[in-house]
């Protein structure tokens, strides 16, 4: 069987960083491409949205597999906003034929809220029956429906937590439906993942899912104060804000800042790695990871 990059760091012990790129809107992938090569060597995979915030643009499907012919590992994003369980099974079986061996399982935001609000909000499953329709399908061979399938994909399968407004019992319930890793939500909290992390160590969820604690590089204050003030579940302390907004060049702050979250979440029992992210600011992501100490990545374990 062959196991993703992303898995065999994981189960050899390392400490994973992923970053993450959002798709074009349109088929220039240029762009994509450079933002890419450029975390080439600071990230072990890199995630690509799908259709993030509501807004449409180049599969994440798509996106990973021009990853794949740049011979960069890709985590596609797979949502349930907006397809059902014939589509969502389709993409995985597309994808894994063409070689997309991480897929991250996600309920997705709705389309009110993007460029087309009048799209209809589809929601046939949700992200745990998804994980688990994507254990069935490698594990059991056989579709949602109990069809047999004529060739099972190879796949790792991951799910979203949310540490700062979600009880662990939600988390307990992903890994029940067959999640193998996990990447959390931005956190600019580290006191309240602390608290979390101890009740995912006090249930055992760290010894049976990767937990990657999710981090976002902030680039001015006013980016920071809308996160705080607009963003629902996303908690931003405000000596945060207020350290953002007396930086004299806040865009090395939000590096700095972002390089301090990174050693703090990775000295947190049961963490397994961090997941970067930014808004219009991927360039930033392979400076955080140097300053944070994590270059050069350490060699990939034997296949």
């Given at each position: 069987?062959?196991?993703?990059?992303?898995?065999?760091?994981?189960?050899?012990?390392?400490?994973?960083?992923?970053?993450?790129?959002?798709?074009?809107?349109?088929t220039g992938r240029a762009t994509l491409e450079k933002l890419?090569?450029?975390?080439?060597?600071?990230?072990?995979?890199?995630?690509?949205?799908?259709?993030?915030?509501?807004?449409?643009?180049?599969?994440?499907?798509?996106?990973?597999?021009?990853?794949?012919?740049?011979?960069?590992?890709?985590?596609?994003?797979?949502?349930?906003?907006?397809?059902?369980?014939?589509?969502?099974?389709?993409?995985?079986?597309?994808?894994?034929?063409?070689?997309?061996?991480?897929?991250?399982?996600?309920?997705?935001?709705?389309?009110?809220?993007?460029?087309?609000?009048?799209?209809?909000?589809?929601?046939?499953?949700?992200?745990?029956?998804?994980?688990?329709?994507?254990?069935?399908?490698?594990?059991?061979?056989?579709?949602?429906?109990?069809?047999?399938?004529?060739?099972?994909?190879?796949?790792?399968?991951?799910?979203?937590?949310?540490?700062?407004?979600?009880?662990?019992?939600?988390?307990?319930?992903?890994?029940?439906?067959?999640?193998?890793?996990?990447?959390?939500?931005?956190?600019?909290?580290?006191?309240?993942?602390?608290?979390?992390?101890?009740?995912?160590?006090?249930?055992?969820?760290?010894?049976?899912?990767?937990?990657?604690?999710?981090?976002?590089?902030?680039?001015?204050?006013?980016?920071?104060?809308?996160?705080?003030?607009?963003?629902?579940?996303?908690?931003?302390?405000?000596?945060?804000?207020?350290?953002?907004?007396?930086?004299?060049?806040?865009?090395?702050?939000?590096?700095?800042?972002?390089?301090?979250?990174?050693?703090?979440?990775?000295?947190?029992?049961?963490?397994?790695?961090?997941?970067?992210?930014?808004?219009?600011?991927?360039?930033?992501?392979?400076?955080?990871?140097?300053?944070?100490?994590?270059?050069?990545?350490?060699?990939?374990?034997?296949?």
């Amino acid at each position: 069987m062959y196991y993703s990059t992303l898995q065999r760091r994981l189960a050899a012990g390392q400490i994973v960083v992923t970053g993450e790129v959002a798709p074009p809107k349109g088929t220039g992938r240029a762009t994509l491409e450079k933002l890419a090569r450029n975390m080439r060597d600071s990230v072990d995979a890199i995630n690509l949205t799908d259709n993030q915030r509501g807004t449409a643009r180049m599969s994440a499907l798509g996106g990973g597999i021009i990853l794949e012919h740049l011979g960069i590992e890709p985590i596609v994003q797979i949502t349930c906003q907006n397809r059902n369980r014939l589509a969502l099974q389709a993409d995985i079986l597309s994808g894994a034929a063409l070689g997309i061996r991480n897929f991250l399982c996600m309920t997705g935001d709705n389309p009110r809220v993007g460029d087309h609000p009048e799209t209809k909000n589809v929601l046939d499953l949700n992200s745990f029956r998804l994980i688990k329709t994507l254990r069935q399908m490698r594990d059991e061979h056989c579709f949602e429906s109990g069809t047999p399938l004529k060739g099972a994909p190879h796949y790792f399968v991951g799910g979203v937590a949310n540490p700062n407004i979600e009880k662990v019992k939600r988390l307990e319930k992903k890994i029940e439906a067959g999640a193998e890793f996990i990447q959390t939500q931005l956190l600019f909290d580290p006191q309240r993942f602390r608290e979390w992390m101890q009740d995912v160590r006090a249930a055992g969820l760290h010894q049976q899912s990767y937990i990657m604690a999710g981090i976002l590089v902030l680039r001015s204050a006013e980016s920071a104060t809308y996160l705080r003030d607009n963003l629902a579940g996303i908690i931003v302390p405000d000596a945060m804000v207020e350290r953002m907004q007396h930086a004299e060049d806040q865009e090395r702050e939000g590096i700095t800042i972002a390089a301090e979250l990174v050693s703090d979440m990775l000295s947190v029992e049961g963490v397994a790695g961090v997941h970067l992210m930014s808004i219009g600011w991927t360039r930033a992501i392979p400076w955080v990871v140097e300053q944070a100490g994590l270059l050069p990545r350490p060699p990939q374990p034997p296949a």
